[in-house]
């Protein structure tokens, strides 16, 4: 009974805290996806992540087409990636890396109807570069020290510990329950 709980207990955490760290963005803001809307400082401030997505909303006789970085900086459609139409398109961010999208009706590229964003995996682990013994530091707190320094996995709040601290609340508030 107990381990049912705990199973069903475990189901709902990882159903409720997955989405709720995935963001939709709308692009351009309230401005959407139009000529005159400045979409490098738009995305300047945002973090993108694996599992958002981005929502284009536009007109009839706009486009959105993702494009190759090259592509993106010549403004050219002709090679698009993707392409949609549909005037409210809705672009999952499914793998870490930079994609690039333009609007593909003519001149509207080069007026700034174009969006580079660098996409990252949160939960992919850090990767780090080994120091030379002699550049290593050997001056690390002690457990219980008074020092306030930063943990320096630099894993502090991220998702996948997130999730570890909940379920571990989540079993041991099934075993008080069982």
């Given at each position: 009974m107990a381990c049912t709980q705990c199973g069903v207990l475990v189901a709902v955490?990882?159903?409720?805290v997955a989405p709720a760290s995935a963001k939709d963005y709308a692009v351009g803001g309230a401005s959407g996806w139009k000529p005159g809307v400045d979409y490098?400082?738009?995305?300047?401030?945002?973090?993108?992540?694996?599992?958002?997505?981005?929502?284009?909303?536009?007109s009839t006789g706009h486009?959105?087409?993702?494009?190759?970085?090259?592509?993106?900086?010549?403004c050219s459609a002709s090679n698009a990636l993707g392409s949609y139409k549909e005037e409210s398109t809705s672009i999952p961010l499914t793998k870490p890396g930079t994609r690039y999208f333009i609007c593909g009706a003519s001149g509207h590229c080069a007026a700034g109807m174009k969006l580079a964003i660098t996409i990252s995996d949160p939960t992919a682990p850090a990767t780090t570069t080994t120091a030379s013994?002699?550049?290593?530091?050997?001056?690390?707190?002690?457990?219980?020290?008074?020092?306030?320094?930063?943990?320096?996995?630099?894993?502090?709040?991220?998702?996948?510990?997130?999730?570890?601290?909940?379920?571990?609340g989540v079993m041991g508030l099934a075993a008080l329950m069982g």
């Open positions: 955490l990882l159903a409720v490098t400082a738009w995305a300047k401030d945002k973090s993108f992540n694996v599992g958002d997505s981005l929502s284009f909303q536009y486009t959105v087409e993702e494009v190759s970085e090259a592509d993106y900086k010549a013994p002699t550049a290593r530091s050997t001056n690390r707190p002690s457990a219980g020290s008074d020092s306030d320094s930063d943990d320096e996995s630099g894993a502090a709040g991220s998702p996948a510990r997130l999730v570890t601290g909940l379920l571990c």
